[in-house]
């Protein structure tokens, strides 16, 4: 690098420091409590250790400085809300100013995420997009479509782990992932999996959905403290990784999309969330010349592969916590099973219609995301206007930080937050639904709620239905205790542990096999595409 060329470059950074300590000065005036910032770099010295969970970094600030308070680094603000009522004030209420999302440089920009539906702004297009998943997954007209692929794929799943009966963490979550992609890919796109063996796509797509996990992390990578507002540096070794992801994330958004296109022209087509966009702007065309336009095109693509990006990894994190809740807490496991049992018997499968019949199960179910919810530190919101709470200034351009692990711990919510009961949600103990906070705020609330929800229920009934879930045991014969710790992480899995999982009965195995005999492995559609451009990323 030339003199002249560094001398000004170490200008442009002063005089950028300089701005952002500006932008500090201003910024502190009013904000709620926190710890005091250094000159310039501001609370970088408060930012969450290496390997730390942020959600238990973050609540020893509340006990400090009380249910809401702030950071700044650079000049962002981040705010935290340990309060349900906070949260509710901030998001639910004002969500006309809080339902934007932090547009990190490197992460949505450099990587290609800024077309992603999670990180686009509260504009025309973020509303349409959730509104289009809603009515081709949520509306029960749609459960004609969604239920008999939850229904199947579920099935396939107990068929996977009734081979692998007792095994270790990787393996459930290998399992629980190609449960979580075959779902989706064949709901997305009409797409068939092999579930005997490896397919393409599905790595591709879970390559992209960890990528897209990572980058999710406010503050995660230190160039986004510095380059919000300016290009990268030139010779950057983020620079090689960003142009790697991005062609990677294109490859996912284009490979299944093309798949649908082409098996529409041969008129061989299954019906799906792609297909069916595509039949709703082809039909509200006046030309009907059958062609799509790059817009609308763009549109349904980046739309279908936001279901991959806001549910895979949450699928797999939440039958994790699963397992180890059934482990820590067999009484609750056996008390779900005498009600399966005595609901449905044990000449069958339980199904999506059971739901209404099985209390003790639902309120399961709600537990699981309580005990341990999977995103505890919440989706961050970008505040876009100024607001004001408990006489604090919450800035425009603020990050919006919910403390979910906090608002389902909360012991004068739930007592013995500890302890997996799901009665605390059943009559007269009646305590609050936990979805309410652990699938979002406001504006941003999960667009498929209800769908997820439908996943984990029907795969919880089907584990529990043929399954016992219990320790591993040793060489020696003794029980492997576990100790349950999660990853850090925006999506948080459990560490990994030994388990056990195992046929209640003979019977019980045969009804799995049954199963798998009504609905043999399908034949991979991975033969239809063209993954050329793509093998270099995997």
Same mark, same amino acid.
């Given at each position: 690098?030339?003199?002249?060329?560094?001398?000004?470059?170490?200008?442009?950074?002063?005089?950028?420091?300089?701005?952002r300590?500006?932008?500090?000065?201003?910024?502190?005036?009013?904000?709620?409590?926190?710890?005091?910032p250094?000159?310039?770099?501001?609370?970088?010295?408060?930012?969450?250790?290496?390997?730390?969970?942020?959600?238990?970094?973050?609540?020893?600030?509340?006990?400090?400085?009380?249910?809401?308070?702030?950071?700044t680094?650079?000049?962002h603000?981040?705010?935290?809300?340990?309060?349900?009522?906070?949260?509710?004030?901030?998001?639910?209420?004002?969500?006309?100013?809080?339902?934007?999302?932090?547009?990190?440089?490197?992460?949505?920009?450099?990587?290609?995420?800024?077309?992603?539906?999670?990180?686009?702004?509260?504009?025309?297009?973020?509303?349409?997009?959730?509104?289009?998943?809603?009515?081709?997954?949520?509306?029960?007209?749609a459960?004609?479509?969604?239920?008999?692929?939850?229904?199947?794929?579920?099935?396939?799943?107990?068929?996977?782990?009734?081979?692998?009966?007792?095994?270790?963490?990787?393996?459930?979550?290998?399992?629980?992932?190609?449960?979580?992609?075959?779902?989706?890919?064949?709901?997305?796109?009409?797409?068939?999996? $092999?579930? &005997?063996?490896? +397919?393409?796509? #599905?790595?591709?797509? =879970?390559?992209?959905?960890?990528?897209? *996990?990572? /980058?999710?992390?406010?503050?995660?990578?230190?160039?986004d403290?510095?380059?919000?507002?300016?290009?990268?540096?030139?010779?950057?070794?983020?620079?090689?990784?960003?142009?790697?992801?991005?062609?990677?994330?294109?490859?996912?958004?284009?490979?299944?999309?093309?798949?649908?296109?082409?098996?529409?022209?041969?008129?061989?087509?299954?019906?799906?969330?792609?297909?069916g966009?595509?039949?709703?702007?082809?039909? $509200?065309? &006046?030309?009907? +010349?059958?062609? #799509?336009?790059?817009? =609308?095109?763009?549109?349904?693509?980046? *739309?279908? /592969?936001?279901?991959f990006?806001?549910?895979?990894?949450?699928?797999?994190?939440?039958?994790?916590?699963?397992?180890?809740?059934?482990?820590?807490?067999?009484?609750?496991?056996?008390?779900?099973?005498?009600?399966?049992?005595?609901?449905i018997?044990?000449?069958?499968?339980?199904?999506?219609?059971?739901?209404?019949?099985?209390?003790?199960?639902?309120?399961?179910?709600?537990?699981?995301?309580?005990?341990?919810?999977?995103?505890?530190?919440?989706?961050?919101?970008?505040?876009?206007?100024?607001?004001?709470?408990?006489?604090?200034?919450?800035?425009?351009?603020?990050?919006?930080?919910?403390?979910?692990w906090?608002?389902?711990?909360?012991?004068?919510?739930?007592?013995?937050?500890?302890?997996?009961?799901?009665?605390?949600?059943?009559?007269?103990?009646?305590?609050?639904?936990?979805?309410?906070v652990?699938?979002?705020?406001?504006?941003?609330?999960?667009a498929?709620?209800?769908?997820a929800?439908?996943?984990?229920?029907?795969?919880?009934?089907?584990?529990?239905?043929?399954?016992?879930?219990?320790?591993a045991?040793?060489a020696?014969?003794?029980?492997i205790?576990?100790?349950?710790e999660?990853?850090?992480g925006v999506?948080?899995?459990?560490?990994?542990?030994?388990?056990?999982?195992?046929?209640?009965?003979?019977a019980?195995a045969?009804?799995?096999?049954?199963?798998?005999?009504e609905?043999?492995?399908?034949?991979?559609?991975?033969?239809?595409l063209?993954?050329?451009?793509?093998?270099?990323y995997?």
């Open positions: 690098m030339s003199r002249s060329l560094f001398q000004g470059l170490v200008v442009g950074v002063f005089i950028f420091v300089l701005y300590y500006r932008q500090q000065r201003r910024a502190l005036i009013g904000l709620p409590p926190g710890p005091r250094l000159p310039l770099l501001g609370n970088v010295r408060d930012l969450p250790p290496k390997g730390c969970q942020e959600y238990r970094h973050w609540l020893t600030h509340k006990d400090v400085y009380g249910p809401v308070s702030s950071i680094v650079l000049g603000t981040l705010i935290f809300m340990h309060s349900r009522e906070a949260a509710h004030e901030i998001l639910e209420k004002n969500a006309h100013k809080s339902a934007g999302r932090p547009s990190l440089s490197w992460a949505v920009k450099a990587c290609g995420y800024d077309k992603l539906l999670p990180f686009l702004q509260n504009n025309e297009t973020h509303v349409r997009g959730r509104k289009a998943i809603h009515r081709q997954m949520n509306i029960p007209a459960a004609a479509r969604t239920s008999p692929v939850l229904h199947v794929e579920v099935r396939r799943f107990l068929k996977r782990v009734l081979d692998c009966p007792s095994i270790h963490e990787p393996q459930l979550t290998r399992n629980s992932a190609r449960l979580a992609t075959a779902i989706i890919l064949k709901l997305t796109y009409g797409y068939s999996v $092999d579930s &005997s063996r490896d +397919d393409p796509l #599905v790595k591709l797509i =879970e390559v992209e959905s960890k990528n897209f *996990t990572t /980058i999710a992390t406010p503050m995660a990578w230190l160039v403290l510095w380059i919000t507002y300016r290009p990268a540096p030139p010779g950057a070794a983020f620079k090689e990784t960003a142009k790697k992801w991005k062609a990677l994330l294109e490859q996912a958004v284009d490979i299944p999309y093309k798949f649908v296109i082409d098996q529409r022209k041969r008129q061989s087509h299954r019906p799906s969330f792609v297909s966009l595509l039949d709703e702007v082809l039909h $509200d065309k &006046s030309t009907g +010349d059958g062609q #799509v336009d790059s817009e =609308e095109e763009n549109f349904i693509k980046w *739309t279908a /592969i936001t279901l990006g806001a549910s895979a990894d949450t699928t797999v994190a939440t039958i994790e916590v699963f397992i180890a809740a059934m482990i820590k807490f067999p009484k609750v496991q056996e008390k779900a099973q005498e009600e399966i049992d005595r609901v018997g044990s000449g069958r499968l339980p199904c999506l219609d059971d739901r209404d019949k099985l209390p003790y199960l639902d309120a399961l179910t709600k537990e699981v995301s309580r005990w341990s919810p999977v995103v505890p530190m919440g989706a961050a919101h970008l505040a876009q206007e100024d607001m004001s709470y408990d006489g604090h200034l919450i800035p425009t351009g603020a990050f919006l930080l919910p403390a979910v906090w608002f389902c711990h909360d012991p004068e919510v739930y007592p013995a937050p500890d302890v997996f009961d799901p009665t605390r949600y059943l009559s007269p103990r009646n305590e609050p639904d936990p979805r309410l652990t699938f979002g705020f406001g504006r941003r609330v999960c498929g709620q209800n769908f929800e439908k996943t984990n229920f029907l795969s919880f009934a089907a584990m529990l239905s043929v399954f016992r879930i219990s320790k045991v040793d020696e014969g003794m029980e205790e576990i100790e349950f999660l990853n850090p999506v948080c899995h459990p560490k990994a542990h030994a388990y056990k999982i195992a046929p209640r009965s003979a019980h045969e009804l799995i096999r049954s199963a798998e005999a609905y043999p492995p399908e034949e991979s559609d991975a033969v239809h063209d993954f050329s451009k793509a093998a270099q995997l």
